[in-house]
Nanobody, 123 residues
C-alpha cells in the first residue's frame, strides 16, 4: 500500500503562484492531480506517466500549470501560475499501481489517494 502526502496549498491572490508537492511512500506509475470545488465533481487537472516523459492537462489549466516528478524522491509536483479564483478547490494527488496505455481521467482509475490540500485564490 502506497501512502501519498500532499503539501503546498494555501491562500494566494489572483495572478499568483503556488507549488504543490505529493510525496509517495513507494514507487508509483502514472500520477495525477485532481481537484474538487464546493458543489462540483472531482475533476482531473493533470497527469504524468511513470517516467515523466508524457503529460496530460485539462484545457482549463493548460499553459498555466505544470506537472513534474522526481522518481528518485518518489515525489510529484504541480506548479500553478496565473492562478484564477475558479482554481479554488481541494487538490488531491493520486497514483496508479499499474502501467496503462491510456490516461486515467476518472478518480476510480487510481488506486492511491492523498488527503487533499486546500488552494484558495482570492480575486
Amino acid at each position: 500500500q502506497v501512502q501519498l502526502v500532499e503539501s503546498g496549498g494555501g491562500l494566494v491572490q489572483a495572478g499568483g503562484s503556488l507549488r504543490l508537492s505529493c510525496a509517495a511512500s513507494g514507487r508509483t506509475n502514472d500520477m495525477g492531480w485532481f481537484r474538487q470545488a464546493p458543489g462540483k465533481e472531482r475533476e482531473l487537472v493533470t497527469a504524468i506517466n511513470t517516467s515523466g516523459s508524457s503529460t496530460f492537462y485539462a484545457g482549463s489549466v493548460k499553459g498555466r500549470f505544470t506537472i513534474s516528478r522526481d522518481n528518485a524522491k518518489n515525489t510529484v509536483y504541480l506548479q500553478m501560475n496565473s492562478l484564477k479564483p475558479e482554481d479554488t478547490a481541494i487538490y488531491y494527488c493520486a497514483a496508479r499501481s499499474r502501467m496503462y496505455t491510456t490516461w486515467g481521467r476518472d478518480w476510480n482509475d487510481y488506486n492511491y489517494w492523498g488527503q487533499g490540500t486546500q488552494v484558495t485564490v482570492s480575486s
